[in-house]
């Protein structure tokens, strides 16, 4: 401004870049952004069976109708967007190394299994009755992770048989010693649920789980 744009200029005619600058130039010129310019990163991923994209270190979750399909990925410090299409399919805060999981992206039924914590589990159980709550809770006792789709398979019998049903195979499965899904399904299928238990150890075939049960051995 003070210097060099004074000095007379020969592709410009003798004349001063200031001079064309002001006289040409300034009334062309855009107003600067308000926001300083973000540095993005652009990337590309197929979706993974399990709803996730791998973006550097990092997992993140795609809905799942978008599983297999190929998508666009826009990475800044702060965010990650995600296209498809061309269309923005889902928005995550970026994170450098890790997961990020939205359970909104799961199918309905992959939803639904994860509501049903152990919590849920064990207050259902508690509508059915006692024997109910005391299956639920030896089901849960180790591994309730592990074991957890057992107790909500468990408590979910009462949609089809009643709370009633539920509550006596419950306490039959529990005095035969095999407090199971399996069982409990098996005697509510059978309708047996209510037909007294064979008291001879002889003749009983659930006797040796009886007492093992019961003792803690």
Known sequence: MQVAGRRQCRPLGGAAPVTVFEAVEAEALLPLPTRPFTLARRSAATVGPDIHIRVGRTLYSVPWKLIGRRVDVRSTATMVQIFCDGALVKTHAALEQGKRTDPGDYPPE???????????????????????????????EVNALYRLRAAQGVVGLHAKYGQMRLEAACAKAMTVGDPSYRTIKGILVADTETEPEVESRSEHPYRPWITSWKTGR
């Open 110 to 140: 992959k939803i639904a299994f994860q509501m049903r914590t152990p919590l849920w589990c064990r207050t259902q159980a508690d509508e059915a009755g006692q024997s109910c709550r005391a299956v639920i809770d030896h089901l849960l």
